[in-house]
């Protein structure tokens, strides 16, 4: 019986309602290139959320704000029951596009409506999110609304960090707080029953693999080295080869030893970036005399993560070269409950996916850690973000949003 | 007979003399941490020139100048024949040492006290040369007085070159006229029969085959290229290794490419540094996008230097990268008659000696398109030149000028 009712709010998903929300919302913002730049709590974004919050309450659905300005769309359900919650946010790259972290925010919105079209009654209250400052490109770090609602304790440090120019989040959260001085006040301490995040892929892989849908079956973790390379500055003309100690002889060596460990350790799952290199005297004619380089190393298996640090290590003593922690992060498994639902909601909508690991951080790294939680991926076009030539054909925007109706629907009567 | 002249003037260098002449002459713009800071044709540089000028009159030797500042410390012979040349430079690098350049002229003027101690006339004059801004970093390109005594013609570009301040070299020029307004005008219409130029190897050769005195056959010719890589950036974590268009990837196998063929090409006596490295977006968690480094190539054969031009070529346009030729100067090979000279000289002497050939440019380079030349080195203390701790043990200088009073003597009695 659920089945159907779920399928029923799929349906009412309506296509043109949902692609015209995605244009309404990057109106605030606007780039002249096709972009949006909307900062996190900048006035673009208190427009845009005052925008979203007439839109969730002519649906019907209360609204409420945390201590991090943290939204929730609530449509009502079983009060005494955990809601399940679904959403995204709304901030953007300075030169960013239309559809990170917005579709996922705004598709919520039309499985809101869609249940409203559907006249449907869920058991769980369903809640849709705008979780603030995710880009991290006004307050840093990134994610600090949603790991500040997974762990409040977050908001004593996160308070007194500013701006380019100089602003605290504090006073930024007050502005907020001015401009929507009547919304109630939501707290975390209840668990959600589930939270499913809808987003764009920010990657190549459905494209090539010319399939519309990814179940997200976790985030990669990621550690972050700086190795710091000796040598010795000599003139490029009067130094014998087997006389040199050549800093980017060395960096290069170590870049293929460490290159070569990575695949080997993680196969095809395995992401490693050299992305950041500064090379000293940096002159044509001189022997490179220092470099440091980074390495960007990503999988999903915690156990291969402990492997790379143990190799990266290991070379580095060997080559007697130091060896600079700069980052690390530990990789999410979604929950396999909520992946399920999730599957068989592509299934009934007769949507092919495949099973992916998140490359990027999301909100739902955090919100793992407070509820079960999944996600779901629609491609992107050249796999380009956090760029204005953002883009998801339109079929596949639908599609997501269908998938998403569905299991929220499934979740929301468990 | 000429053999017995020479070792006689060899055996009347006068090792205390010329040790303290070094001290002396390194008084002028001498740095806090022992090494010497005297641009070309600055205030320290005519003092230093001032003190040489009245030692070489107290030696009795007749001083003219040319349209370079370049100056001439001549000690007479049979007028009607063409002088033998020696000498280098005077001018240092900003923390430059002792040593470099300044050797030679103090050798040099060694010599000419040598030959008055002995009390011989030769037959043919011998002029000790004091080169213009061989180091180029006041005025650029380097080695200009001794390129613009081979080629007048050069000083037209030269004049009006200017330093940090913007002042130009005919200004300079002015301020060393004005300084020495009485000194004759010499030209270099007629070709000297000969020239050699005694330098610090700045290499670590010597030193580490433990022989003190190099026979220099030539200077390698030296290929300046840049490669312009191209990829795509993209994120770290969302895109999969074969999915990559990674330009420091790219980069680094054209790196080990250029520099296999480079060791093949030339074997040991090839050089290759890759020095500067220029990485865009130069971020850790983003792949690289565009990477441009230099390739400095050098080796005495004009062969091997066009053959991996070949090479440089075809690997650029195989893997579709843009190749930038920055910079050539064909291999100059000295004079065999000199050479032997100089061969017999350390013979003489019992010297031991290596032929080598020069990694660095000199005054020599030029000089070899004017009259037959060679070149003599001394060890450079660990390889270290351009810098307060160049240094040389004493009895290497003090046979590098027992070497050269004999070969200069021979060629005065050619």
Not at 6 to 26: I, T, Y
Not at 281 to 295: D, L, W
Not at 356 to 369: C, E, I, K, P, R
């Amino acid at each position: 019986m659920d089945k159907d009712i779920a399928k029923q709010v799929a349906e009412r998903v309506n296509a043109a309602r949902l692609l015209e929300s995605v244009d309404a919302l990057a109106a605030f913002g606007a780039r002249d290139d096709g972009g949006v730049n909307r900062p996190a709590l900048g006035e673009r974004d208190i427009e845009a959320r005052r925008f979203l919050i007439e839109r969730a309450r002519a649906l019907g659905c209360s609204v409420s704000v945390d201590a991090c300005a943290n939204l929730f769309f609530r449509r009502a359900g079983d009060a005494s029951l955990a809601p399940v919650m679904s959403g995204s946010h709304i901030d953007t790259q300075p030169t960013g596009g239309k559809l990170d972290g917005c579709y996922g925010v705004l598709a919520g919105f039309e499985v809101l409506a869609a249940l409203n079209d559907a006249n449907i009654r869920t058991r769980r209250p369903l809640e849709i999110a705008i979780w603030t400052n995710e880009e991290g490109t006004r307050f840093s770090p990134g994610a600090m609304g949603s790991s500040a609602f997974v762990e409040p304790s977050r908001m004593t440090r996160y308070a007194d960090v500013r701006d380019a120019d100089g602003i605290t989040l504090s006073a930024a959260l007050e502005t907020h707080r001015q401009a929507f001085p009547s919304l109630a006040k939501r707290d975390s301490k209840d668990a959600a029953h589930a939270f499913v995040e809808l987003h764009i892929e920010q990657g190549p892989q459905l494209e090539n693999a010319n399939v519309p849908l990814a179940v997200v079956s976790g985030i990669q973790g990621v550690r972050w080295y700086a190795f710091h390379v000796k040598g010795t500055a000599a003139h490029a003309g009067t130094t014998p080869m087997p006389l040199r100690r050549d800093a980017m002889t060395l960096a290069i060596s170590l870049h293929q030893e460490i290159e070569s460990i990575a695949r080997e350790l993680g196969q095809a799952d395995t992401r490693v970036t050299f992305g950041r290199w500064n090379i000293e005297p940096n002159s044509i004619n001189t022997i490179p005399s220092s470099v440091t380089f980074t390495v960007d190393f990503r999988h999903p298996d915690p156990h291969v993560l402990a492997a790379f640090d143990e190799h990266a290590n290991a070379i580095a003593q060997r080559h007697n070269v130091r060896i600079e922690a700069m980052f690390s992060h530990a990789p999410v498994a979604f929950d396999t409950t909520v992946l399920s639902r999730i599957q068989a909601a592509c299934h009934a909508l007769d949507a092919r996916s495949l099973p992916l690991t998140s490359g990027a951080f999301h909100d739902a790294m955090y919100l793992a850690q407070h509820c079960p939680t999944g996600m779901i991926f629609v491609p992107s076009r050249d796999g380009i973000s956090h760029n204005p030539a953002e883009a998801t054909d339109a079929e596949h925007l639908v599609l997501g949003a269908r998938v998403l109706a569905h299991c929220l629907t499934t979740l929301c009567n468990d």
